[in-house]
């Protein structure tokens, strides 16, 4: 039992130790450069978040979805950028935030797949105001 209870602790240790260091590593944001970004919230052990790199993630930038909002990402587990309003915390990955000024105005949950995924992404823009065409 001791021998649980030490690798416990020693795990535990080292995680207080980096928690400092994963805390701040995202900083503060300037959303006044972008005001509408898109927020792809993943997990490297996501299977759907490699399938989204692999087959959206190379042309996502060049595509009219990706120059009115461009991407960023972010660790489901953190740390979030400063300044940002999310309805609820993304717990699926890949989850898909839309923001403007950093406050979420939609969401795509999941990986719908290489041939839906920016004809959904396109309506949850659209919903919110933003015409990824122009």
Do not use: N
């Amino acid at each position: 039992m001791s021998h649980i209870l030490t690798r416990r602790r020693l795990m535990l240790t080292a995680a207080c130790a980096l928690l400092p260091l994963v805390a701040t590593a995202e900083g503060p944001r300037d959303w006044s450069a972008a005001p509408w970004q898109l927020m792809m919230v993943g997990s490297p052990a996501c299977h759907f978040c490699r399938a989204w790199e692999a087959e959206i993630g190379p042309g996502y930038a060049t595509s009219p979805a990706g120059r009115a909002a461009p991407l960023f990402h972010v660790d489901v587990d953190g740390p979030y950028p400063d300044g940002l309003a999310l309805a609820r915390r993304p717990w699926i990955t890949p989850t898909f935030v839309l923001l403007r000024d950093g406050s979420e105005v939609g969401r795509v949950e999941g990986y719908v797949g290489k041939r839906h995924f920016h004809p959904v992404l396109g309506q949850v823009m659209r919903d919110a105001g933003l015409d990824p065409g122009a």
